[in-house]
């Protein structure tokens, strides 16, 4: 049976009764309870796919990156034959971590406690006298570090799994997680820029996840940036909005053009006729028919956030960012940034000043959203307001999904709340499952028609 409640000795959490997709209504507890955080390390983190680092990142044999899937450390590594491997950060002995850097080249990890030696592949190779003080009772084939379940790869994008009944990379993105890395390569191969982002927040992982589908936001939290020209109003709160909905929790939401408009574009560029519009920039990098082969009839037109669940956000800006757990009450933010391997020098200066000054620790836009997520997260641990459930119904049977021929479907419409309705729906659903399998049979596929 599924798991359909939790319960802590401070409170219970109906999973069931905690968000109802039909009204929109969301049980603030999510965000605050203990149990509910240490079982989505288990049901959500420990079964996903997580986002480990990109190619361009460990592109030689020794080369190797340390990354996080929940609040499990682990190390992307390329070893000899070439092939990535993702190790468990802890040692076997006494469970040090056997890596201190973020990222750099080795032959191999040694434990700093004990000095127990692991090769590239996690295999343990060398134990300080072995012999004198083991005797012989140490296998050492028993006792390397743990490998993630999975390793694969989409586009030169690797994640890893925990779970070894999860479904193949490919099956778990489908069509609209490929998308949303696929939005990433218009402009070509890309190349990491060395240097995560990092910075802390005082918020629950999944108020940063779901503002990521917040259009209706920005007019009021990203003023001051309209103010000073970091950004234009109509760029960033355009009505026309597009939201396009995955299996397993994917989706992206936002900004995206109408077939008429689309078309006026189109015109415009074969014609030199008539005047620019908000979204020239952007649709300029897709006017190659392979691009626009590759992103799809409808996916074309979106010009929105991708998020790939459970917490990979995929901006416009080059950029990848990770929200990473680190209890209830705070989060890690991971900005990798990117670029383009034949980006023009001035076009390159000019996406890294993106990089430093939009997103991150800091931008103008994520720093309004870091405030307004921290207390939201402080708003739900009140005595009384954690008992007054959230609203996100807006647009809630208003709107309609459009199924293009080809398979990828959208909803067509102005701001709303789509996306987070739909990213909690599919939390519940991984939540309550007891398994990959159960997960499989029970999830929702995404909604046809009235939405």
Known sequence: MPAAIITSDRASVDLDACYNPSTGVLDRRIFTDRLVYEEELKRIFGRGWNFICHDSQIPDPGNFFVSFIGEDEVIAVRDRTDKVNVLLNSCPHRGNTVCRAELGTTKSFMCSYHGWNFDLDGSLVAVPNEEAFYKGGLDKKDWGLESAAKVESYKGFYFATLDPDAPSLLDYLGWVGKLGIDMMLVDGPIRFLDGVHKNRLKCNWKFAVDNLYDWYHVKVSHGTAFKVGLVTEEAMAPNDQMVILGEYGHGIGGPGLTVERQAEFDQRQTTGE????????????????????????????????????????????????????????????????????????????????????????????????????????????????????????????????????????????????????????????????????????????PPQGSV
């Open 274 to 445: 008539g005047e620019s519009q908000w979204y020239d920039l952007q649709a300029s990098h897709r006017t190659d028919p392979a691009t626009r082969e590759m992103l799809g009839p409808i996916g074309h037109r979106s010009f929105g956030h991708p998020n790939i669940f459970p917490n990979l956000w995929v901006t416009h800006t080059r950029q990848m960012c990770l929200r990473i757990p680190r209890g209830p009450f705070e989060t890690e933010i991971w900005w990798f940034n990117y670029l383009p391997v034949n980006l023009p020098a001035a076009q390159s200066k000019q996406s890294i000043f993106t990089h430093n000054h939009v997103f991150g620790p800091a931008g103008f836009l994520e720093q309004d959203d870091g405030e307004n997520w921290s207390h939201s997260t402080r708003g739900a641990r009140g005595t009384q307001s954690k008992n007054r459930p959230l609203n996100i119904s807006m647009g809630l049977g208003q709107d309609a999904v459009s199924t293009d021929p080809s398979g990828q479907s959208g909803i067509e419409t102005v701001v709303n709340e789509h996306g987070q309705r739909w990213t909690y729906q599919c939390w519940k659903e991984w939540m309550q499952a007891d398994s990959w399998q159960d997960l499989m049979n029970n999830h929702s596929t």
